[in-house]
């Protein structure tokens, strides 16, 4: 099995997750010197998705391949011929963007790269199935782990959107199991944790597992830009105060797919956050 975007949140626990099910495993990385960071049973390759060619070594004698794209869409569609041509079957990590659920679907210039990507994938007859993470769990800790380790208030707009956290250990797990059993081809799976909880009530868990009240400041959301310029693009900023500012009001979308999946039931948000709450309190390095 080879995993694209080995070193990322999500690639690296699916080669977790192979490994624990004593599959063979190969990772791509853009840099050699990032290998570093993974298990030694891996076969690690060096390759650039936009760079199509450079993925023929990696391709070579692999069934299955874990696709996440992290590149301008430009080069898509040759990587995806390049796949097609070589291996069995796809799992591509994408997004709710067909939900019709009002959060997702908000101009969202990656629900449409991953729209152009499906159809490529389809076009080409690749065996072949989808993930769709909603939003995961850990987008708190960059969203909200800066206040909480100085003991500030979590200033944030939209506090009563609700949405429903996943646990990236579940989205690993679902792409794993998808890749290497047989039986998900066509499979499309839309990922979500199993209750939906306000933006404010995600910060209370959290609080609620370091002992201590974290408090809550609702902003505008020309202030949130303000605070956020420079750390997260325009565009990004934008499409996230649209999907938060359209679920204000109405529960999350919520899925059983990865019970359906797995046999068992997705991790809660409380789980999580008392899985990483040192993270919360020494820094990421310490989840």
Same mark, same amino acid.
């Given at each position: 099995?080879?995993?694209? %975007?080995?070193?990322? +949140?999500?690639? +690296? ?11 063979? #495993? ?52 040759? /990587? ?32 449409? !790269? ?8 389809? *076009? ?18 960059? =969203?909200?782990?800066?206040?909480? +380790? ?39 799976? #839309? $990922?979500? %944790?199993?209750?939906? $909880? ?11 597992? !370091? ?8 902003? @505008? ?5 303000? !605070? ?7 565009? /990004? ?5 649209? @999907? =938060? ?11 059983? *797919?990865? *019970?359906?999946? !797995? ?15 040192? *993270? ?8």
């Amino acid at each position: 099995m080879l995993v694209t %975007g080995a070193t990322g +949140r999500i690639g +690296r626990l699916v080669i977790d997750q192979l490994l624990d099910a004593g599959v063979p #495993v190969r990772a791509l990385t853009r840099r050699a010197e990032t290998a570093a960071t993974l298990p030694t049973k891996v076969e690690v390759f060096t390759g650039d998705l936009t760079v199509p060619e450079s993925l023929d070594p990696a391709l070579n004698g692999a069934g299955a391949v874990f696709l996440v794209w992290t590149a301008p869409p430009q080069t898509a569609a040759a /990587v995806v011929e390049r796949l097609a041509d070589r291996v069995r079957r796809v799992v591509f990590l994408s997004s709710p963007h067909q939900t019709p659920h009002p959060f997702f679907q908000q101009p969202n210039p990656m629900a449409v !790269l991953h729209a152009g990507i499906e159809r490529l994938i389809a *076009a080409t007859g690749i065996e072949a199935t989808i993930i769709r993470p909603g939003m995961f769990s850990s987008n708190s800790l960059a =969203w909200w782990g800066p206040a909480v +380790r100085t003991r500030e208030a979590v200033r944030w707009p939209y506090g009563a959107a609700e949405w429903a956290p996943v646990d990236d250990r579940d989205v690993a797990a679902v792409a794993a199991r998808t890749l290497w059993q047989e039986g998900y081809v066509g499979g499309d799976y #839309v $990922l979500t %944790g199993p209750e939906s $909880l306000t933006q404010a009530a995600q910060v209370d868990v959290i609080g609620d597992t !370091l002992g201590r009240r974290i408090p809550f400041e609702e902003v @505008a959301p020309d202030e949130f830009r303000r !605070l956020w310029e420079g750390t997260a693009p325009s565009s /990004v900023v934008d499409m996230l105060l649209s @999907a =938060w500012r359209a679920a204000v009001g109405q529960p999350a979308h919520v899925t059983t *797919a990865v *019970a359906d999946v !797995l046999g068992t039931g997705p991790r809660t948000f409380r789980q999580w956050a008392a899985d990483h709450a040192t *993270a919360f309190t020494e820094g990421p390095e310490g989840s």
